[in-house]
């Protein structure tokens, strides 16, 4: 099996001499193994698999493999270690990564997760922005382990922007569960406040064009 996994009976497999057997032992009392899979056949080509014989538990899964000839010479045991991991993933927070934006085009998101996950991209994310905010999308998705920043196009107008996770979104951990706590939409928001001007005309002695700035 891969380091990671989400099964308790995963198919356990190699390559071992044509035409031998293989036997697996799996180490929860190193003094006392378990045998879980026995005479295993090795096909022609060097090819064999098998099922373990009982349901293995969660954690760290440590298995010892050899071979058997058919003189009856045997191989070196080889080991094997890898985990089984049941618990889903969840979604711990999206924060603001900077404070309300007035000027640039893009704001930062940092999604936080329980523990490393894979497969994040800016399809696994909506944008719930209000409506006098125009053409704002998810832009891309950078990071790794259980730390990722989102960068979305705040698009034109006023408003507020916030960033979810969806029921559907295909983000796992290393062992391939999907999270556990969707839809997460509990994140913080983005007001979006951009500085307004006015250009007017005045007639008579103070002929001319001027710039209104609020505020200034």
Not at 59 to 75: K, P, R
Not at 113 to 122: D, K, L, M, Q, R
Not at 180 to 207: C, H, M, W
Request: negative net charge.
């Amino acid at each position: 099996p891969p380091a990671y996994i989400n099964v308790t009976m995963p198919v356990i497999g190699g390559i071992a001499e044509p035409e031998s057997r293989v036997n697996v032992w799996y180490l929860d009392d190193p003094h006392n193994p378990t045998q879980i899979c026995q005479d295993t056949p090795v096909d022609e080509s060097g090819g064999w698999s098998c099922s373990p014989s009982i349901t293995l538990p969660e954690g760290t899964i440590e298995l010892a493999v050899y071979a058997t000839d058919e003189a009856g010479n045997q191989s070196a045991d080889t080991s094997h270690v890898f985990d089984v991991d049941l618990v889903l993933p969840t979604v711990v927070s999206i924060l603001k990564a900077e404070g309300n934006p007035t000027v640039d085009d893009t704001v930062n998101f940092t999604a936080t997760f329980s523990e490393p996950v894979t497969g994040v991209t800016a399809d696994d994310f909506a944008l719930d922005a209000s409506q006098h905010i125009f053409g704002a999308a998810v832009d891309s998705v950078s990071g790794s382990g259980d730390v990722y920043t989102v960068t979305v196009h705040k698009g034109s107008g006023n408003g507020t922007i916030h960033l979810d996770i969806p029921a559907n979104a295909a983000i796992t951990d290393l062992a391939g569960n999907l999270l556990g706590n969707l839809p997460f939409n509990t994140g913080e928001t983005y007001s979006i406040q951009k500085d307004a001007s006015l250009a007017v005309s005045i007639r008579g002695d103070l002929n001319g064009s001027y710039v209104l700035i609020p505020g200034a």
